[in-house]
């Protein structure tokens, strides 16, 4: 990944770029997620996991937009 310093542009704006790229292509989160093997079952469940939390969620917005929360 790169980024080119364009003219009268700062380190901090170019750093600032760049992070922005990195964070947008997602390859930090890919990184941290390849960082240790997980099985396929493992991840399943961490998968069921994360759905059942994201409903949970979505439900508590849905009751609170209702004023029943």
């Known amino acids: ?9 700062s380190q901090d704006m170019l750093l600032k770029r760049f992070r922005k790229k990195v964070a947008k292509s997602g390859i930090l989160s890919t990184v941290r997620r390849k960082r240790w093997f997980i099985s396929k079952s493992e991840l399943r ?25």
């Open 45 to 69: 469940r961490i998968q069921k996991k994360k759905a059942i939390r994201r409903l949970k969620r979505r439900q508590r917005k849905m009751a609170w937009q209702r004023g029943e929360g």
């Open 1 to 9: 990944m790169t980024v080119i310093l364009r003219p009268n542009e």
